[in-house]
Every structure is written in C-alpha cells, then in structure tokens.
Antibody, heavy 122, light 111 residues
Framework: EVQVVESGGGLVQPGRSLRLSCAAS????????MHWVRQAPGKGLEWVAY????????YYADSLKGRFTISRDNVKNSLYLQMNSLRLEDTALYFC???????????????WGQGTTVTVAS | QTVVTQEPSLTVSPGGTVTLTCASS?????????PSWFQQKPGQAARSLIY???NKHSWTPARFSGSLLGGKAALTLSGVQPEDEADYYC???????????FGGGTKLTVL
C-alpha cells in the first residue's frame, strides 16, 4: 500500500524552529518528486515546497523562501521540512504528497497522509 | 502576486451536472500549467481527483472529469451524488516562477 506518514509537529514559540518528517512506503521513493502543503485552521490549502526525485531541484512558495528548507533522504525513504523563524501565521496542518507519476514533471501530487499539526504560539 | 480564482460556492441538484472553474490572474490557463483538482470533505484530508488537466487517479469516480474551458481549468461533475458535497480546490503550476498556487476553493452544495 502506498503510504506517507507525517510527523514532527507540535507547539513552538514564535521565532523558534521545527523539523517535520514524512516517512514513505509502498512505492519507490527515489523515483518520485515530493511536496509539502499546509492548511491553516478553517482556511484553504497552501502549497509550501517541492523537491525533485534526486533532491537536486527545490522550489518554495514566495512567502516562505529563506525560512523553510525542504530536503529528502532517498536511503531512508524520508522527506523533511526544516522550518525556521516560525511565525504565528505558520500555524497549520502540514501534509507531504508524492507526484502522481515517476519523474520530476510538475504534475502536483496525489497520495498524502493525515498531516502533522504545527502550532506557533507564545 | 499570482492569484488563482475559483467560484466561492455552487449549488447543484442530485443527478445534475455542474462545472467548477479555475482562473489565473496571469491569463489563460493552458495544459502547460498542469492544473490539478482536489476534493476535501469536512474533517477529512483533501484527496486528489484530477492531475495534469484531465488525468484521473485509480480512485477517481468516473463522474468527475477535467478539461480546459474558455481559458480556465474546469472540473465537471456529471450525475452528482449527495456524497460529492465538499470543498474543491484547483492547483496551478507556474513554470516561470517555479511554484504552485492553490485556488481559494469552491464549496459545492448538493441540494
């Protein structure tokens, strides 16, 4: 079964850092580009970041550049999101998702997990 | 700042047909924008229905179809079922800027 499981969320103070993880299984992880997406409470979906299958290409939402870093470990079948200088508005449910097809074409994503909650509050 | 616009809300009768659209502030949406569509029911995570304009996943019901219509991406539901009541989001890829943008979502009511 194709599955991704997000973890690492929690309550953090403004200005602090947090690292999210996404454990993938049931597919050949290093064949697929991956994404992070988030959803603030009661709000719509927001794309956060993309990483190519090899990890050589990384793209970010304009509003997050410089604070968030996406990475992957193709040996551990894991995706990560390092979040620095967290702000109140970063409070959201964070999801990871895989590309629908093998490769790095910009096809968006299909399978994603139940998400991990990040709450930024003092 | 790039904005992707969807109808805030639509209402359809059971068994009817409805088309949701997705427009870009930069101009016409083409296949090169690789539009995707997602469904989210209350209290649940969103799930992908359509990718790259009109490609379905194995789990996408046959009554859902994607297309380009009048310079916009479109999601058509034919023979709407009560369980299709949900929020629907489109996602557009902007190759020049190397980023994706979600639309604000359409709340579909089946009544």
């Amino acid at each position: 079964e194709v599955q991704v499981v997000e973890s690492g969320g929690g309550l953090v103070q403004p200005g602090r850092s947090l690292r999210l993880s996404c454990a993938a299984s049931g597919f050949t992880f290093d064949d697929f580009a991956m994404h992070w997406v988030r959803q603030a409470p009661g709000k719509g979906l927001e794309w956060v970041a993309y990483i190519s299958s090899s990890g050589s290409s990384k793209y970010y939402a304009d509003s997050l550049k410089g604070r968030f870093t996406i990475s992957r470990d193709n040996v551990k079948n894991s995706l990560y999101l390092q979040m620095n200088s967290l702000r109140l508005e970063d409070t959201a449910l964070y999801f990871c998702g895989k590309s629908p097809e093998v490769g790095d074409r910009p096809l968006g994503f299909d399978i994603w997990g139940q998400g991990t909650t990040v709450t930024v509050a003092s | 700042q790039t904005v992707v616009t969807q109808e805030p809300s639509l209402t359809v009768s059971p068994g009817g047909t409805v088309t949701l659209t997705c427009a870009s502030s930069t101009g016409a949406v083409t296949s090169g924008y690789f539009p995707s569509w997602f469904q989210q029911k209350p209290g649940q995570a969103a799930r992908s229905l359509i990718y790259s304009t009109n490609n379905k996943h194995s789990w996408t019901p046959a009554r859902f179809s994607g297309s380009l219509l009048g310079g916009k991406a479109a999601l058509t539901l034919s023979g709407v079922q009560p369980e299709d009541e949900a929020d629907y989001y489109c996602l557009i890829y902007y190759g020049g800027a190397q980023l994706w943008v979600f639309g604000g979502g359409t709340k579909l009511t089946v009544l």
